[in-house]
């Protein structure tokens, strides 16, 4: 059964930082492309961040650009997301998700507040 | 990047059709035939209805489908039932490896 968990999120001050994890199942991990998506609080959904196969080449969305970095290990089946310099804006629900967006994780909650 | 435009609403009677529409330019939608749609329900992740603009995944009903003209996609909810009440979202490439979805939909079923 093909499974993606997400682990890590929390209440985290401004200007602070945050690592997220989510852990592969089910399929061979370390041959497909990764998502990050977000949704803030009653808002939509926001693509985040896709990392290559074997890591190499990361893509970000312009809001986080220079702030996150996505990253994974396919020893370990898992993918990261480590968010650094947080904003109240950042605070959203985390999905992992396939290349194709057709397998989501649950999601994470990361909530930005002082 | 901003978002494709969605309707926030969209609602229809058991057994009828609704059809979504998803707003973008000529550098997401109108470029990429990699136009998705996603149904999410309260609380739970998305989960995709269609890729590709027109394509179903294995398991999603044959009255969900998907069209393109132009800058704009479209999803068609046919024979609306209950559990089709959700929020839909679209979904493009855009280009230079980086995607944008849309503002999303609300399909209330009456």
């Known amino acids: 059964q093909v499974q993606l968990v997400e682990s890590g999120g929390g209440v985290v001050q401004p200007g602070r930082s945050l690592r997220l994890s989510c852990a592969a199942s089910?399929?061979?991990?370390?041959?497909?492309?990764m998502n990050w998506v977000r949704q803030a609080p009653g808002k939509g959904l926001e693509w985040v961040a896709i990392i290559s196969y074997d890591g190499r080449i990361e893509y970000y969305a312009d809001s986080v650009k220079g702030r996150f970095t996505i990253s994974r290990d396919n020893s370990k089946n898992t993918l990261y997301l480590q968010m650094n310099s947080l904003r109240s804006e950042d605070t959203a629900v985390y999905y992992c998700?396939?290349?194709?967006?057709?397998?989501w994780g649950q999601g994470t909650m990361v909530t930005v507040s002082s | 990047q901003s978002a494709l435009t969605q309707p926030p609403s969209a609602s229809g009677s058991p057994g009828q059709s609704v059809t979504i529409s998803c707003t973008g330019t000529?550098?997401?939608?109108?470029?990429?035939?990699?136009v998705s749609w996603y149904q999410q329900h309260p609380g739970k992740a998305p989960k995709l209805m269609i890729y590709?603009?027109?394509k179903r995944p294995s398991g999603v009903p044959d009255r969900f489908s998907g069209s393109k003209s132009g800058n704009t996609a479209s999803l068609t909810v046919s024979g609306l039932q209950a559990e089709d009440e959700a929020d839909y979202y679209c979904?493009?490439?855009?280009?230079?490896?980086?995607?944008?979805f849309g503002t999303g939909t609300k399909v209330t079923v009456l």
């Open positions: 000529s550098s997401d939608v109108g470029d990429s035939n990699f």
């Open positions: 998700a396939l290349q194709a967006f057709d397998i």
């Open positions: 590709e603009v027109n």
């Open positions: 979904s493009s490439y855009a280009g230079s490896n980086n995607y944008v």
């Open positions: 089910g399929f061979t991990f370390s041959t497909n492309p």
